[in-house]
């Protein structure tokens, strides 16, 4: 569009939607339906897209529309406490234990910058521990330099962020405990958190190791610091109870953000009710928001919610199952949890960033336009999930088969 490129830096509002890492120019989408979308010259194409993880229900969900409309002409928000977000929040504690309060906010980045400050004020240190290629938002605390290596202070991921902010963050391997216990043994008592994707999704996705999410559990236990899940991809995508029920293990703070909303602007973060009573006015620890817990939003969250029934989830995965099993690509593999999956241009699925960094991204940015040109569009990087959502049925994983053999 040409008006975007004057309007927006790069044409856009979020980086990964100008195109860079594939080339060309992204279509301009303004009609969505289930598995579906439309561009404005009205081709249709399968979207693996799915907003980069809200849209499990697919495009334009009966329930979730009429929910939004009936919010909508309720009025609001009211500036006080409402029932959609006591609805939202009960739905989201009983399926996951570990949330007994919960805060909301507008966006993932938000939740994960608080739940960092609650940690600090919980633990009464500064230090914070996140994985190379483990993405939890753009705070500038969480915006360090992928890749200095466990046991270097960071340096500043992005401009603009301030060294002496960005060096309060160490940098560990995703699936590689060994590093943890060395950041955690170097840096011990001045480290408040560790957090983490329990599956990677921001490096294309890399599930966890055995082992790996349960020896976080114990080493931050003995560490004194805290264990915090970034779900804002996985949680009520890989099952009803998130990542954390999956593997069996119980963080002190969850971030959630994305499916909560059911695609309108949304995070939340939770846990223990003594770390959450840190935040005001319960606490010390100061966090607002004009639009929090907005009725639209809430609305959308509770219909997307109560439609993630268990016979939900099993038939995504067997859609998920049979595009992962079909999808043979000369020297490329798959990884996949649930309804998240990456094809990867190398010969074994990575294990870390590291390893995800050498996948063959002229090749996916090949196929990526092959399959454009298909009618399927696929999230635009090498390092992006594809999000299978309900309503991509047999056909229309068979087609995605097709176009990918092609
Ligand atoms: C998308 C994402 C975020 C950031 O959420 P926004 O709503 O985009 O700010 C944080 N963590 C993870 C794991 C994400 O995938």
Do not use: C
Not at 219 to 229: H, Y
Not at 351 to 364: G, M, Q, V
């Amino acid at each position: 569009m040409i008006a975007a490129r004057t309007l927006f830096p790069g044409g856009v509002n979020s980086p990964v939607r100008a195109y860079r890492a594939v080339g060309g120019e992204p279509p301009v989408l303004v009609r969505g339906e289930g598995p579906h979308v439309w561009d404005d010259a009205g081709h249709r194409y399968i979207d693996y897209v799915g907003a980069f993880g809200p849209l499990v229900l697919g495009h334009a969900p009966a329930e979730v529309v009429a929910a939004i409309t009936e919010a909508a002409e309720a009025g609001g928000p009211f500036g006080v406490t409402g029932p959609g977000e006591v609805r939202l929040a009960e739905i989201i504690a009983s399926r996951m234990p570990s949330i007994e309060r919960i805060r909301f906010v507008n966006s993932g980045t938000e939740a994960a910058m608080s739940a960092l400050r609650v940690a600090r004020a919980a633990t009464g240190r500064d230090l914070i521990v996140k994985f190379e290629g483990g993405y939890h938002g753009h705070a500038d605390s969480l915006l360090v330099e992928a890749g200095s290596g466990a046991m270097t202070l960071s340096i500043p991921g992005s401009a603009g962020v301030a060294r002496s902010v960005a060096e309060q963050t160490l940098v560990a391997t995703y699936n590689d405990l060994d590093s943890v216990e060395a950041v955690l043994r170097a840096h011990g008592g001045k480290i408040a958190a560790v957090i983490v994707e329990p599956i990677a999704a921001n490096m294309g996705v890399v599930p966890p190791v055995r082992g790996f999410l349960e020896g976080l559990r114990d080493l931050t236990a003995s560490a004194g610091a805290l264990l915090i899940f970034d779900e804002v991809i996985t949680g009520f995508r890989v099952g009803p109870g998130g990542a954390q029920e999956l593997f069996g293990v119980r963080p002190d703070l969850t971030v959630l953000g994305k499916i909560i909303g059911g695609g309108l602007p949304v995070g939340a973060y939770g846990g223990r009710a003594e770390l959450m009573d840190l935040v005001a006015p319960a606490g010390p620890v100061y966090q607002a928001g004009t639009l929090s817990g907005h009725p639209l939003v809430m609305a959308a969250g509770v219909a997307t919610l109560r439609a993630l029934t268990p016979e939900l989830y099993a038939g995504v995965e067997r859609q998920a199952a049979r595009l992962e099993s079909g999808l043979r690509v000369e020297g490329a593999s798959v990884a996949r949890v649930g309804s998240l999956l990456t094809l990867f241009f190398r010969g074994q699925a990575p294990r870390n960033f590291r390893e995800a960094k050498s996948s063959d991204t002229d090749a996916f940015a090949r196929f990526f336009h092959k399959m454009l040109d298909s009618g399927v569009v696929l999230p635009p990087s090498q390092f992006e999930a594809w999000f299978v959502s309900a309503a991509h049925d047999a056909s229309v994983i068979d087609a995605t088969l097709e176009a990918a053999s092609r």
